[in-house]
């Protein structure tokens, strides 16, 4: 069953628009015609049924299920990388379960800013994520921060990727805090920001033997810290 998300409260016989890109999508790519049933994912974490109507817009039936949230809640602080590769990073991770995406800029980073236009499509891509996954929620795409800025949140699990660090396994340890990330451009953190980083509350923390891409490494540790 195809879902889309939106970002109304779901109430049976509720009629509700669709966008003209939600539109396209549902009638244009996945081939649906008016009185075609679909899933909608609403921002309360219930799905309903809902019945494609003529002039662009659907109205909810019955409710089909509350969508159990992940475990935990994971903010995963990125550094921009080049080109897409951040685009690249929100659809993974969201489908790995990140609950929040912070961009920053670090010392090493290439790309230093971001445009409204980039903003609204790295927020499209965790929305289509949040649907193909069938994932309870779609997780928030914040502004850009500076890493000199950046401090634990008091109450958080903190940690800094560093493959150098020893690999002690924190998500093997029971633990339902909120997790923040954080991880490193092409190239990695420099000495100084790792020593910023640790003084304000980030333990290092290592996935193993390898050497993750930066636009993989946020995916593959929510994996683990959610399993």
Known sequence: MIRLALD?????????PVSATDWHYLTQVMRRDSGDSIEVLCRDGLVFEAILLDGQQLEIRGAVAHVRKPGRHITLYQALLKGDHFSAVVERATEAGISRFVPLVTERSIVRDVSPNRASRWRAIAK????????????????????TDLAATSGCDAFVLDPRARDARPWLLPSEAPLELVIGPEGGFTPTELNLLSARGFLPLSLGERVYRAENAGAFAAVLFLQ
């Open 8 to 16: 109304v409260v779901g109430a049976m016989g509720t009629r509700v």
């Open 128 to 147: 289509e994520a949040s649907e193909q996954c069938q994932r309870p929620d779609v997780p928030l795409v914040e502004d850009m921060m500076r890493l």
